[in-house]
């Protein structure tokens, strides 16, 4: 999956995407924060991204196609807690899709946010609820496709608006 950057060992895919630090862990991937290194060399942007490192299996799916579905339905959809879909691509056998990132390091996935119901659940509830009425979502979807911020703000991957993630159901962790 990549080469290693030098100055930081972080793992970079296709010499463009370096993967940060993991967020979420669970069937649906990993999720990372992450910078695109050649806005950050062109640019001399922070370039502050997301990146869904999909499941293993996804390799064998048609990753133009779910990329071209989640990017005109979260268009359709213009909600601005969804994380737009920038680019996608493979890297030694691993599918992944590359996001906006709030604005904020502070992200956590939903998955960290056990025990008592937090504020970050109830928007995410709010939020969700006319998604899965009507069928861009799956009831049970994936928390680690959730991310929280400041606490209270609910961001969804836009990778989550993808058929193969309805009915997603594995045991999920957080890192």
Known sequence: ???LIESGKHLVLNNRYALLSCIAVSGAGKIYRGRDLEQVKH???ESRILIHVLPNEASAWALDALFQH???T???L?????LTPLAYGHDNGQAYVVLASPDTW???SLLAQAGQPSPCQRNASKNL????????LDEHIDPALLLC????????LATALSPKFSNWKNAARTV
Do not use: C, F
Request: no cysteine.
């Open 1 to 3: 999956m990549g080469a």
């Open 43 to 45: 640019q001399g942007l």
């Open 70 to 72: 989640i990017t005109i």
């Open 74 to 76: 979260s268009q359709r």
């Open 78 to 82: 213009a909600l601005p807690w969804i």
């Open 106 to 108: 502070e992200v956590q």
């Open 129 to 136: 609820k006319p998604l899965i009425k009507n069928r861009y």
């Open 149 to 156: 911020v400041a606490g209270t703000d609910v961001h969804i």
